[in-house]
Structure formats: C-alpha cells, structure tokens
C-alpha cells in the first residue's frame, strides 16, 4: 500500500508538471506567432500620436503627441509616460524603426525628448525648412546623442516595411508662415487599403496633394488639425470618400475641436467618425476582412483571450 501511496504521489507530480509545460507551450507558441497588423490612435488629448506595426513589429510612429502648440520647449510632460509607452510595452516592442515628426508643434513632437530616452529609435524623418533654427539644432544634438539617422522628408517619398508601402506626401507650402502647412502627409498602403494620415494640414495643402497627386479610395483618414474648419474640404473628402475617419483631440480643449460642421461633412459622405476624446486610444487589425475599432480596453480584453485559448 506504502508502495502504491507513493507512486500515485510521483504520477501526480508528473502529470501536473506535463499539464504545466503544456500550458506553457501554448502560450509561448501564441505570443512568438507573428502578430497582426495595427495601426493605432494613442489618446494623447489635444494632440497626435499614432502607430503602424506591421506582423513583425516593425514600426512607424507617427508624432509623439505633447502639451502646447508655439515656443516649443525640450521638456516632456507624461503623456509618453503614461499613454504611449505602457501601449508600445503590451505590443513588446522596444524599437521604432521611423518616427515621423509632421511638423514642429508641441502637441505632435512635445514628447519626443521623452521618447528617444525610452525608447531605441532608427531613424526620424521631418521637413526641416518647417523648423525654427533653434529647435531643428535641439533635435539634431538629441539625435546625435542617440545615434538616430535623420532622414528629409524630401529625400523619402517612399518607404517598404514588409508587405506595406508608405508614401511620403510633398504638399509643404515653404512661403506660408503657418507651420500647419509644412505638416508630411502620409499615405499607407497594406492588404489593399489604403490610410492617409494628414497631420495638421490646411486646405491650402489639400489643394496640393488633389493637384499633384492621385489619390485612391481611402479607407482610413486620420482627420487633418484635430478635425479643425482649416482642414477637411468639402472637395477633398468628396475624393477621398473615407470609410472610417480617426480624430485625435482632447477633452473640453479650448478650441472647441472636433469642428461640427467638419463631422457632418464626413458623416455626409459616408463615414464612420472616431474621436479620441469618447473612444480613448483605439487600434484598427488590418489583417480583418471587415476593419473595425477597438479601444484600449476591447484590445487588452481580446490579448487576455487570446493567450489563453
């Protein structure tokens, strides 16, 4: 019987440690397959940040959101801290292969100090003939720093990151004292959609890219100044018919921002409109047949089931 006692007790440890590595198995075998691609919204308020990933975390970040628009200063807040680096730590990504600075205001680029100390950046792309002597010195020294490759929005009009192609948009308007209209535009083109991404471009931009560029069907439109009256014409989303439209701004912001009459634009044509300030940070599988947003919460939910299915 003493015996038996004892080799039921050592199959049972057996047995347990088998159901635990198995366990284990099925969760490093989840997490290690290659992941979906994203394109992500951060909630940063009255700002902009957003990500593309592709299904090997190659990455582009978009902006770094940050406090105040003029006389911009290198001191971060905690809007890296607390929203964009806790998002790019859950996706496990630790690199970002190109950040893109649109245009020299401190709501896009405020945080970057921040950001280059926490995160390994290769390369930086910006239009430097938008930037104030002084500033474009600040971010030259960081990267020098940093061993950061800055790359002229001129010199890059395209850009291949595993099967997506981003172009680089030339719409700069170098007379304009207006920084909005130095801002890239880029347009992402995976799994045969298509997601512009406007930055603060005015109406006078717009105009440009119609002119200059020919534009598909666009299925994503990152809404140009926060969804601000200088953006969005009418002619221009009449081409561009977005299916779903993202705005990034913040809550009670001074401007009053999303304009109405902007977001009746877009609903008249068609799209589904989202905006940071009710649906926090959202991400977009652009691996799915049927695009559709989650927030922060559905994505960390369906992670959770994921690993554990």
Same mark, same amino acid.
């Given at each position: 019987?003493? @015996?038996?006692?004892?080799?039921? *007790?050592?199959?049972?440890?057996?047995?347990?440690? $088998?159901?635990?590595?198995?366990?284990?198995?099925?969760?490093?075998?989840?997490? /290690?397959?290659?992941?979906?691609?994203?394109?992500?919204?951060?909630?940063?308020?009255?700002?902009? /940040?957003?990500? =593309?990933?592709?299904?090997?975390?190659?990455?582009?970040?978009? #902006?770094?959101?940050?406090?105040?628009? &003029?006389?911009? &200063?290198?001191?971060?807040?905690?809007?890296?801290?607390?929203?964009? *680096?806790?998002?790019?730590?859950?996706?496990?990504?630790?690199?970002?292969?190109?950040?893109?600075?649109?245009? %020299?205001?401190? #709501?896009? +680029?405020? &945080?970057? %100090?921040?950001?280059?100390?926490?995160? !390994?950046?290769?390369?930086?792309? $910006?239009?430097?003939?938008?930037? %104030?002597?002084? $500033? @474009?010195?600040?971010?030259?020294?960081?990267?020098?720093?940093?061993?950061?490759?800055?790359?002229?929005?001129?010199?890059? %009009?395209?850009?291949?990151?595993?099967?997506?192609?981003?172009?680089?948009?030339?719409? =700069?308007?170098?007379?304009?004292?207006? !920084?909005?209209?130095?801002?890239?535009?880029? *347009?992402?083109?995976?799994?045969?959609?298509?997601?512009?991404? +406007?930055?603060?471009?005015? !109406?006078?931009?717009? #105009?440009?890219? @119609?002119?200059?560029?020919?534009?598909?069907?666009? #299925?994503?439109?990152?809404?140009?100044?926060?969804? /601000?009256?200088?953006?969005?014409?009418?002619?221009?989303?009449?081409?561009?018919?977005?299916?779903?439209?993202?705005?990034?701004?913040?809550?009670?912001?001074?401007?009053? *921002?999303?304009?109405?009459?902007?977001? &009746?634009?877009?609903?008249?044509?068609? /799209?589904?409109?989202?905006?940071?300030?009710?649906?926090?940070? +959202?991400?977009?599988? @652009?691996?799915?047949?049927?695009?559709?947003?989650?927030?922060?919460?559905?994505?960390?939910?369906?992670?959770?089931?994921?690993?554990?299915?």
């Amino acid at each position: 019987n003493i @015996l038996i006692a004892y080799y039921l *007790l050592v199959y049972k440890k057996i047995f347990k440690s $088998l159901i635990y590595f198995l366990i284990t198995l099925v969760i490093i075998s989840t997490l /290690s397959k290659p992941s979906n691609v994203e394109l992500t919204i951060f909630d940063v308020g009255q700002g902009d /940040s957003i990500l =593309f990933k592709s299904n090997t975390n190659k990455t582009v970040l978009i #902006d770094t959101g940050g406090k105040g628009e &003029e006389n911009f &200063e290198f001191k971060h807040h905690n809007i890296a801290k607390y929203k964009i *680096l806790p998002s790019l730590k859950r996706r496990g990504i630790t690199t970002i292969d190109y950040l893109i600075i649109t245009h %020299p205001h401190a #709501d896009h +680029m405020g &945080e970057l %100090p921040y950001i280059i100390d926490h995160v !390994k950046i290769k390369n930086l792309i $910006l239009n430097s003939d938008g930037f %104030p002597k002084h $500033l @474009l010195n600040q971010v030259h020294n960081e990267c020098k720093k940093k061993r950061i490759n800055i790359i002229e929005a001129k010199n890059i %009009p395209q850009i291949k990151i595993d099967d997506t192609e981003l172009e680089i948009y030339d719409t =700069f308007i170098s007379s304009s004292s207006d !920084k909005n209209e130095y801002s890239i535009i880029t *347009l992402i083109k995976y799994n045969n959609r298509n997601i512009l991404l +406007m930055g603060d471009a005015t !109406k006078n931009n717009e #105009d440009i890219l @119609l002119k200059k560029y020919h534009l598909p069907t666009i #299925d994503i439109l990152k809404v140009g100044h926060h969804g /601000s009256r200088t953006s969005s014409s009418e002619e221009f989303i009449k081409k561009i018919q977005p299916r779903l439209s993202l705005i990034s701004s913040g809550k009670h912001n001074k401007y009053k *921002l999303p304009n109405d009459e902007v977001i &009746e634009r877009l609903k008249r044509y068609g /799209s589904l409109v989202y905006d940071t300030q009710q649906n926090g940070e +959202m991400t977009i599988n @652009l691996d799915k047949h049927h695009l559709s947003v989650l927030n922060v919460k559905d994505h960390l939910k369906t992670i959770a089931r994921e690993v554990t299915q």
